[in-house]
């Protein structure tokens, strides 16, 4: 008999379960995206060895693919801000920021900014001596109020670090 009774109240329990989720609000699964395409270069070289990492908030990595001919796509969730690093060796690092907090709050945003797109060029590490970037090399976010696209961008090179021993 106990074990009918415990039967029954997995059976109850589980059906609850179904119940609530089935009248929960379903904003979790229909979470809006921002879709992000864009193209890897580097100088006049293939992109072997190329490698690029999308960290989303600082603590996880989404999944992201490199094509042999540059281009790369993946969705952030809007409201989030990740942070694009572009790798190869013998080629100078590239970091771009995406925030988008403020994407598609309006007809006009959402129409305007279907997709980001935009293109990272990596440079030999021979053209830049002894250099590294500053920051980011770009930043991509949204105006707060009409959600449209705003990019800037940040060239500026430092003297690279000697390596401690």
Request: glycine share 8%.
């Amino acid at each position: 008999m106990e074990k009918q009774s415990t039967f029954n109240f997995i059976r109850a329990l589980f059906a609850l379960v179904a119940v609530i989720g089935l009248s929960a609000p379903q904003v979790a699964f229909a979470e809006e995206k921002v879709p992000i395409v864009g193209w890897l270069r580097a100088d006049d070289a293939t992109l072997t060895g190329a490698v690029m990492v999308v960290e989303l908030e600082g603590e996880i990595c989404l999944h992201s693919v490199l094509l042999e001919n540059g281009r790369f796509e993946f969705e952030l969730p809007i409201g989030a801000k990740a942070r694009l690093h572009f790798l190869k060796p013998g080629y100078l690092s590239k970091e771009v920021v995406v925030d988008t907090r403020n994407a598609m709050n309006t007809g006009q945003a959402e129409r305007i900014n279907k997709t980001v797109r935009f293109e990272v060029q990596l440079e030999s590490e021979e053209a830049r001596k002894n250099k590294v970037y500053l920051g980011p090399v770009g930043s991509i976010d949204f105006l707060n109020g009409t959600g449209l696209m705003k990019v800037r961008y940040d060239r500026r090179l430092v003297a690279a670090m000697a390596e401690e021993q």
